[in-house]
């Protein structure tokens, strides 16, 4: 069984810091997905990074996957409120007949402070 | 939004009693999957469906089973409804050339 930890839990800043989520595994990943979720809705995909060391951008969003394809950040810059959500962490296992299935990490509340 | 539809979208249900969840998609995937989630949790797999009649387990199968008569539809059912079974439940497709997935609205599900 493969396994995510994402950290931190729960993150309260104030509007204007900078934050980074964490998640991390013992097991290789053919891809990492990240999500945000608002309450009462089902998860939105952010970005699908693939390639071992790939950094990608998303307005004040930042997304890293590790060299060896095992872990991930997600860096946001000057929070702002209307990022507050649930951030998660998914992960394609690799090898054999996988189906497409997910692998989540436990998520992050992020609570941003006016 | 991959055209994803979830019914009910709440329920309020007894210990004991058979409910059943439906997920409806329009853009003729083949590849859907229902999920739990709970605090702390994150997401987990109950069941998945790779084609018209083909499922399989996930990681927190046991109380659940389902079915996919048809391609756009894939339903859920609690043969006999427990309290730990009280949850959200999301479904998913799989967009396969970016194998990527994309979730349904939800149902909240509450077992008294």
């Known amino acids: 069984t493969q396994l995510l930890e994402q950290s931190p839990q729960f993150l309260s800043i104030q509007e204007g810091e900078n934050l980074t989520v964490y998640c991390n595994s013992s097991s290789v990943f053919s891809s990492l997905q990240w999500y945000r979720q608002e309450p009462g809705e089902g998860p939105v995909l952010l970005v699908t990074v693939v390639t071992g060391g790939e950094v990608k951008k998303l307005k004040r969003l930042t997304f890293q996957f590790g060299d060896a394809r095992k872990d991930s950040s997600l860096h946001i810059t000057a929070a702002q409120p209307g990022d507050t959500g649930l951030y998660l962490c998914?992960?394609?296992?690799?090898?054999?007949?996988?189906?497409?299935?997910?692998?989540f990490g436990q998520g992050t509340i992020l609570t941003v402070h006016p | 939004d991959a055209g994803i539809t979830q019914s009910p979208r709440h329920k309020v249900t007894e210990t004991g009693t058979p409910v059943t969840l439906r997920c409806h998609q329009t853009e003729n995937h083949r590849y859907m999957y229902w999920y739990r989630q709970d605090p702390g949790h994150g997401l987990r797999l109950i069941h998945y469906?790779?084609?018209?009649?083909?499922?399989d387990k996930g990681e927190v199968s046991d109380g659940y089973s389902v079915s996919r008569s048809k391609t756009e539809d894939f339903l859920l059912t609690l043969e006999s409804a427990t309290s730990s079974q009280t949850s959200v439940y999301f479904c998913?497709?799989?967009?396969?050339?970016?194998?990527?997935?994309?979730f349904g609205p939800g149902t909240r599900l509450t077992v008294t």
């Open positions: 469906s790779y084609g018209v009649k083909d499922t």
């Open positions: 998914a992960g394609r296992n690799a090898g054999g007949t996988s189906y497409g299935k997910l692998t």
């Open positions: 998913a497709v799989l967009v396969r050339g970016a194998y990527e997935q994309y």
